[in-house]
């Protein structure tokens, strides 16, 4: 439609002509805005709250209502801690101490303003946060502890990897994803999330390449450490509701990281070379087999200095206070991560052979075997774990199929050859 040219050129919503409503806001079609409707348009959109989607955003946006109030928090006695832990993880006596003590005092923060004689005497003093480092080879259970942590207290956990965090404005994860799978494992409950565990695994690879600062950005190292710092000490972070990269116009959930306890982890590869240096000794209370006494870990204990030659910055070291050290599996102990935890890994088996009404036995030699090839291989219970799945491949597939089974046992001469053939199948049935 043409515009006529006797027609003065008006506002299409209040009718107002330029003379009266001021400077007009031309659109396609001879359509026409002022800037009092347009004020007003905009008003409206806040109140409702529905303002328009960036492109490329979701049609709906997850959101989590922050609840009231919860119910105060049961916090075990660390001595229970430790029972507790005894039950699903083998070995690390020493590293199960530190933690129960460390989980009991970090979650007693939570009722400090509560405990009235503690207040009158210590008004004044408020009680730090203190994250831990774990530092071990793979497969001495760190995962397992902190996860183990989690149940114990029944708060919400999860794990990431930092490897698969880069700082922002860099491909990668912003590190306010890890905050965002704690609100998943809470069910959105942002007060839930609020007293949770997160757990940062491969922490090791975030370090610095040397002790030299490095003229070029290192996006995936300094730059993570630096964009942890403030969550791990203690922030209210705006975290994406469908994770990825932040955008202006976006919705965020808000959470206060003060109450969540960071645990971080990681195998430091080299770091025996770093404690040899410093202590100008052979013996080391890092990466030696044999099992050593928990006076002998605390005299080699990992030093501050130790870790920032690894890489990690100072400001990132003094957010983790706590640091305990756990020592390589030895085959005793594997053989015990066999049968002892709650949730070992031949119960597991045992339960799925259950299932089709067979009887499964490991014969002691034959866990032994499962032992010694596991430190042999050096990758302590997770590699077990991936033996064992090989070794009982054939059992699993052959013995519901035959249906005859109803007792199987495991002998050290099938884990020697790493194979069950059907002949041995067979045998066992007979």
């Known amino acids: 439609m043409a515009k006529s040219k006797n027609r003065e050129p008006g506002c299409s919503f209040c009718g107002r002509t330029a003379p009266d409503a001021g400077n007009l806001l031309a659109g396609p079609n001879d359509v026409f805005i002022c800037q009092s409707c347009s004020k007003l348009s905009q008003d409206m959109f806040e109140k409702s709250g529905k303002d328009d989607k960036p492109q490329g955003a979701p049609a709906t946006v997850p959101t989590a209502k922050k609840e009231k109030s919860l119910p105060p928090l049961k916090i075990p006695k660390p001595h229970e801690i430790y029972d507790y832990l005894n039950q699903y993880v083998i070995g690390q006596d020493q590293t199960k101490k530190v933690l129960s003590v460390a989980v009991h005092n970090h979650y007693k923060r939570h009722q400090q303003d509560s405990h009235v004689e503690a207040q009158k005497a210590y008004k004044d003093v408020e009680i730090e946060k203190s994250n ?20 114990c207290l ?21 590190v306010e994803n890890v905050l965002l799978r704690l609100i998943q494992a809470a069910d959105g409950d942002i007060s839930r999330a609020e007293r949770g565990i997160i757990y940062i695994d491969e922490i090791d690879k975030i370090a610095r390449k040397t002790e030299n600062v490095s003229i070029t ?17 203690g922030t209210t972070a705006s975290v994406p509701p469908s994770g990825g990269r932040k955008h202006p116009q976006q919705e965020y959930l808000k959470i206060n990281t003060e109450h969540i ?30 099992k050593k006494s928990a006076a002998e870990q605390v005299s080699n204990r990992i030093e501050p200095e130790d870790l920032i030659r690894y890489g990690l910055i100072p400001e990132f070291i003094g957010r983790l206070p706590i640091v305990t050290l756990l020592s390589p599996l030895t085959e005793d102990d594997l053989v015990r991560v066999l049968t002892e935890p709650k949730n070992s890994m031949i119960r597991q088996y045992q339960k799925l052979m259950a299932m089709e009404d067979v009887s499964l036995t490991f014969a002691e030699a034959g866990m032994k075997e499962l032992a010694r090839i596991a430190v042999k291989k050096g990758t302590g219970a997770r590699g077990l774990r991936a033996i064992l799945e090989h070794l009982m491949l054939e059992v699993m597939f052959e013995v519901p199929k035959r249906g005859n089974i109803k007792d ?17 199948v067979a045998e066992s049935a007979a």
């Open 132 to 151: 831990i480092l774990m530092i071990g080879p793979t497969g001495t259970g760190k995962t397992l502890l902190a996860r183990t942590l989690a149940k």
């Open 261 to 290: 306890l960071f645990i971080c982890g990681g195998a430091f590869v080299g770091m025996d070379d770093i404690l040899r240096r410093r202590q100008n000794t052979q013996t080391l209370g890092f990466g030696e087999p044999e």
């Open 217 to 233: 950005r290192d996006v995936s190292g300094e730059g993570v450490q630096q964009a942890l710092l403030k969550i791990i000490e």
């Open 154 to 174: 029944d708060v919400p956990f999860s794990i990431s990897d930092a490897t698969t965090l880069t700082e922002a404005g860099y491909v990668g994860e912003d």
């Open 408 to 424: 199987f046992n495991v002998t050290k001469s099938m884990v020697v050859s790493q194979r069950v053939s059907l002949d041995t």
